[in-house]
């Protein structure tokens, strides 16, 4: 059966000569750097990869080494985007559970606020089991929406620390000397 959509056979290419080229630069570029890294001089960099000059070398490490700041500053922005991103989302749920009402549980029921006495405050206790009565309304359970306020602080000290906001600020202190004096009484008394 002939198949009435054909999709065209896609073959890879062979790298051209601009390509391969690229690769032994990058690759003769790696190589000075490790030596360089190594303690090797710029004349044995020079003589071992074929370099016309130690100054040559010295050039060709210097445009590696930029390039690699360069995609390392790129990719150091594209982290901190994510991140805060990141860090957003956790804020939207983390005030999501800030503001959702928390009921408190034990033992897999919700647990319900006694009745108390208007006067005394004293709880309303049943006079057969002598446990207390019971109202309609959920004992409200804090702790959630504690932890919640504590991971708010943590992503906003995260964020700030990310944005630069918690530079060190410097301040100028004005020293003052004051003397006092005591009247009436004699230093000798004083020891």
């Known amino acids: 059966m002939i198949d009435p959509n054909p999709q065209p056979v896609r073959t890879r290419r062979a790298a051209g000569p601009a390509a ?3 690769g032994e630069i990058e690759a003769r570029r790696a190589q000075a750097i490790a030596m ?3 303690g090797q001089t710029w004349e044995m960099v020079a003589a ?4 016309a000059s130690k100054g040559a070398a010295h050039k060709d490490v210097g445009v590696a080494l930029a390039e690699r700041a360069a995609k390392t500053a790129l990719s150091l922005d594209q982290f901190r985007e994510q991140e ?3 860090l957003q989302e956790l804020r939207r749920k983390a005030m999501d559970v800030l503001n959702a009402e928390h009921m408190h549980v ?3 029921q919700v647990v319900y606020s006694p009745k108390r006495d208007r006067e ?3 709880l309303i206790l049943d006079p057969e089991t002598r446990e207390p009565i019971l109202t309609a309304i959920p004992l409200r359970d804090s702790l959630p929406t504690l932890q919640a306020v504590d991971r708010l602080v943590k992503v906003a000290e995260r964020m700030a620390r990310l ?5 060190a ?5 004005e020293q003052k000397t004051y003397n006092y004096s005591v009247n009436g009484v004699q230093m000798g008394d004083l020891t």
Not at 163 to 167: N, P, R, T, V, Y
Not at 169 to 173: A, D, F, S, T
């Open 48 to 51: 071992t990869l074929g370099y």
């Open 120 to 122: 005394t405050g004293d």
């Open 106 to 108: 034990n033992a897999g």
């Open 84 to 86: 805060i991103e990141h």
């Open 163 to 167: 944005l630069g906001a918690d530079q």
């Open 20 to 22: 391969i080229k690229r």
């Open 36 to 38: 360089r890294s190594a």
């Open 169 to 173: 600020i410097k301040v100028e202190v």
